[in-house]
């Protein structure tokens, strides 16, 4: 958990100087929080490679401790 709320917390510094896009009818409903996710999915995406290196690292490391925690997990469930 705490990589994923790192993660966010990165994505959305990042994103926080994307241009604001005009908002239309969709974007005051229930869809806002989905709308909003998906521009700063595109803003992330266009954001050059070296913009982008914090927020990889800790992707790298929440893939890193699952591999770790699924590792012991089946280390466990051999030593039984």
Same mark, same amino acid.
């Given at each position: 958990? =705490? #990589?994923?709320?790192? &993660?966010?917390?990165?994505?959305?510094? @990042?994103? +926080?100087?994307? *241009?604001?896009? *005009? &908002?239309?009818? /969709?974007? %005051?409903?229930? @869809? +806002? +929080?989905?709308?909003?996710?998906?521009?700063?999915?595109?803003?992330?995406?266009?954001? *050059?490679?070296? $913009?982008? /290196?914090?927020? %990889?690292?800790?992707?790298?490391?929440?893939?890193?401790?699952?591999?770790?925690? =699924? $590792?012991?997990?089946?280390? #466990?469930?051999?030593?039984?």
């Amino acid at each position: 958990m =705490f #990589f994923g709320f790192w &993660e966010l917390r990165i994505k959305q510094q @990042l994103t +926080d100087e994307a *241009p604001q896009l *005009p &908002e239309s009818v /969709v974007d %005051r409903g229930v @869809l +806002d +929080d989905l709308t909003e996710r998906m521009k700063r999915e595109q803003y992330l995406r266009s954001l *050059p490679k070296q $913009a982008l /290196v914090k927020y %990889r690292r800790v992707v790298m490391l929440k893939f890193l401790f699952f591999a770790i925690l =699924f $590792a012991e997990m089946i280390y #466990f469930q051999m030593s039984k």
